[in-house]
């Protein structure tokens, strides 16, 4: 692992006390020094599948733990729900399409993996570290952490041990996490990034959702409701485009077609899910022993949602609630009293976590992050913020139709962009949470339609344009 030279050094003690100077912006009254930070990004984890956002099944007792003594933001969505694109949006700060990562072999440039939030705080002083999947691109930027623990691709499940022992790839992730803390804990302010595997299947595996098998027994009691939209009649509103050759339709086949398999499918999925929780038990346990606790800001969240079979669908990809949504909770030990347990109903995205971490650690975001600091939700501050954003799906894959369009308060507009003659679906949210019925096409509804056609016009402009970004 990199080990900094004296001149590295000096200049990290420098800014570090440039950190400590510039704390009182960001932070709650009575900080004092930088926090930690330990950012948890589980892979393919849709909004309800904790115990904090109202799934009385799902077994999440640590996460819930923090969520009731932290922030819950129970409106956070992917503005791209695909894991490379998104994950590449997490450490930039920036839209796809700004960042030009849409596939998973494109990878950040030096110029801008410099402007990153891992590489920010890596200036600053902070001791970086990185477990688990990296998932953008091929080069590992192993260099660029003072500790590296990652892995590009999937990744597998069933590892081994040193013996020859199984072990599950999310109690690897734990071990390397705890290893991290035991030696940069203290030592001076640290960002910790573990990126998990966990609940995301395991492509070409039968099983695809290959828990420890600690949890085998887990949730056989009990009966998980299939959403209501998995009714076949639902699939087939579709136009004959986008059901042709469908990948989400091929993967709800292998998973979710019958009955007792979406049992054994989403009880697996729950079941990795229960296993991340573990590793956060971990994790605040050994924050605890060693003195760190009361400094160490958390946030948990997911590159991108899940579709459990609604539409007739798995996966993700597409622009349906399911598939966009996302958990989304900050644990922040140095909040007051009242602030602890609240929840935001704002709409957030993936590009306002790079400038949140920034913010928390003292230091000001670039100007090229396109998301928006939540410091000012999180306690509780009056700050405008927006109504709607943008969209986007322009992964290239013959069975994944691309999409683009806008999410709002009221409505959700998306257009399938390349089809002929045009496909475009207009939802009302608040009448039609479960998105059943697509507006589009009715009268009624036409000068809603086309607002949102020009405000999807209005935001693809502002989100794709080049050059530095000014954040109102």
């Not at 290239?396 to 369009?405: D, T, V």
Request: aromatic share 12%; glycine share 8%.
């Amino acid at each position: 692992m990199p080990v900094m030279t004296r001149r590295q050094f000096m200049k990290a003690g420098i800014a570090g006390a440039g950190l400590a100077a510039g704390l009182s912006a960001n932070a709650p009254a009575g900080a004092s020094e930088p926090p930690n930070i330990i950012f948890l990004l589980t892979d393919d984890q849709r909004w309800d599948t904790l115990g904090c956002m109202g799934n009385d099944i799902i077994q999440t007792p640590h996460i819930d733990a923090l969520a009731a003594s932290g922030v819950v933001f129970d409106n956070a969505y992917v503005s791209t729900s695909i894991c490379a694109p998104s994950r590449a949006t997490y450490l930039s700060g920036q839209y796809v399409c700004h960042h030009g990562i849409n596939d998973f072999q494109k990878t950040f440039s030096d110029q801008q993996w410099a402007a990153t939030y891992p590489a920010i705080l890596h200036e600053a002083g902070y001791a970086t570290g990185f477990v688990g999947k990296y998932g953008v691109g091929s080069d590992m930027p192993e260099d660029k952490f003072t500790f590296w623990r990652g892995y590009p691709g999937q990744g597998h499940y069933e590892q081994k041990d040193d013996q020859g022992n199984y072990k599950h790839l999310t109690q690897v992730h734990e071990e390397t996490a705890l290893e991290f803390l035991r030696e940069y804990g203290g030592k001076n302010p640290f960002c910790l990034s573990v990126s998990f595997k966990a609940p995301h299947c395991q492509d070409g595996d039968a099983r695809q959702f290959i828990y420890d098998p600690r949890y085998s027994e887990l949730y056989d009691d009990m009966v998980i409701p299939p959403p209501e939209t998995a009714d076949s009649r639902y699939y087939e509103q579709f136009p004959e485009f986008f059901r042709n050759n469908n990948e989400a339709r091929k993967r709800w086949e292998i998973r979710f077609s019958e009955p007792e398999l979406y049992q054994q499918m989403t009880r697996a999925y729950y079941r990795l899910i229960t296993g991340v929780d573990r590793v956060v038990g971990a994790l605040c346990k050994e924050l605890d022993a060693l003195g760190l606790a009361e400094n160490t800001i958390i946030l948990f969240t997911s590159d991108n949602g899940f579709f459990l079979g609604e539409h007739g669908l798995a996966g993700k990809w597409y622009a349906y609630e399911p598939s966009i949504r996302v958990p989304l909770l900050v644990y922040d030990p140095r909040l007051p009293e009242a602030l602890r347990g609240s929840r935001r109903a704002e709409m957030t995205i993936n590009a306002d976590i790079a400038p949140t971490l920034l913010s928390v650690a003292g230091l000001t975001p670039p100007n090229t992050m396109q998301g928006r600091d939540l410091t000012p939700l999180i306690q509780n501050l009056e700050t405008p913020w927006r109504e709607d954003f943008y969209y986007e799906h322009t992964f290239n894959h013959p069975g994944i139709p691309k999409s683009e369009g806008v999410i709002g308060q009221r409505y959700k507009y998306i257009r399938y962009y390349e089809s002929s003659p045009l496909y475009e679906e207009l939802f009302d949210r608040r009448e039609d949470p479960n998105e059943k019925q697509n507006l589009a096409a009715c009268p009624e509804h036409a000068g809603s339609l086309r607002r949102m056609r020009e405000r999807c016009e209005e935001l693809k402009a502002q989100c794709c344009r080049n050059g530095d970004i000014s954040v109102e």
